[in-house]
T-cell receptor, first 115, second 117 residues
Framework: DSGVTQTPKHLITATGQRVTLRCSPRSGDLSVYWYQQSLDQGLQFLIQYYNGEERAKGNILERFSAQQFPDLHSELNLSSLELGDSALYFC??????????????FGPGTRLTVT | AQKVTQAQTEISVVEKEDVTLDCVYETRDTTYYLFWYKQPPSGELVFLIRRNSFDEQNEISGRYSWNFQKSTSSFNFTITASQVVDSAVYFCALSEARYSGYSTLTFGKGTMLLVSP
């Protein structure tokens, strides 16, 4: 158990809908990352927050957004969902977001299925 | 741009065989970090090791060992006397420092290791 929690574990929804994925980092970790894992794209970095502020952005679609709250939990919002958004979404956390000097610990993931 | 290549898509071995998973990376930075993660069939990603670019010493942890060679931009992972529980997808990842000081992970496509009894 990495100490990172994600809810829900599974999510099935229809195209055009909006969903919110939630992540709680390990105790003491200030940085939260979101990743998408799909068969064709592999593991892709989406976005990083550090202590409530966005710090780095990857291949995140404009339909997707995220935030980190004062209690450090984070939410990833996916809207106008398409079939291609079906994937496993991971949240990870680390003590610091600086220069990869700390390992990232991953949550169990949320499997999103868009029908 | 940084890149991680894991050329072996899938490897099958019989229990007790040794197996090496290859990882080749590309980066323009002199300071970077390399990682290996394991993703068992249950789906979670498990951290195995982090290595910084200034430390080329090989590392051994039980049946696991890692060989870091900057000259060939490789960070290979060897499992000695493999066991069925080692069956998983293994990912190599690279982290570079961005100008802001913050960094992200770039993952390879992964190598699926199947260990049969």
């Amino acid at each position: 158990d990495s100490g990172v929690t994600q809810t829900p574990k599974h999510l099935i929804t229809a195209t055009g809908q909006r969903v919110t994925l939630r992540c709680s980092p390990r105790s003491g970790d200030l940085s939260v990352y979101w990743y998408q894992q799909s068969l064709d794209q592999g593991l892709q970095f989406l976005i990083q927050y550090y202590n409530g502020e966005e710090r780095a952005k990857g291949n995140i679609l404009e339909r997707f957004s995220a935030q980190q709250f004062p209690d450090l939990h984070s939410e990833l919002n996916l809207s106008s969902l398409e079939l291609g958004d079906s994937a496993l979404y991971f949240c990870a956390s680390s003590v610091s977001g600086l220069a990869g000097s700390y390992e990232q610990y991953f949550g169990p993931g949320t499997r999103l299925t868009v029908t | 741009a940084q890149k991680v290549t894991q050329a072996q898509t899938e490897i099958s071995v019989v229990e007790k065989e040794d197996v090496t998973l290859d990882c080749v990376y590309e980066t323009r930075d002199t300071t970077y970090y390399l990682f290996w993660y394991k993703q068992p069939p249950s789906g979670e990603l498990v951290f195995l090791i982090r290595r910084n670019s200034f430390d080329e010493q090989n590392e051994i942890s039980g049946r696991y060992s890692w060989n870091f060679q900057k000259s060939t931009s490789s960070f290979n992972f060897t499992i000695t006397a493999s066991q069925v529980v080692d069956s998983a997808v293994y990912f190599c990842a690279l982290s570079e420092a961005r100008y802001s000081g913050y960094s992200t992970l770039t993952f390879g496509k992964g190598t699926m290791l199947l260990v049969s009894p």
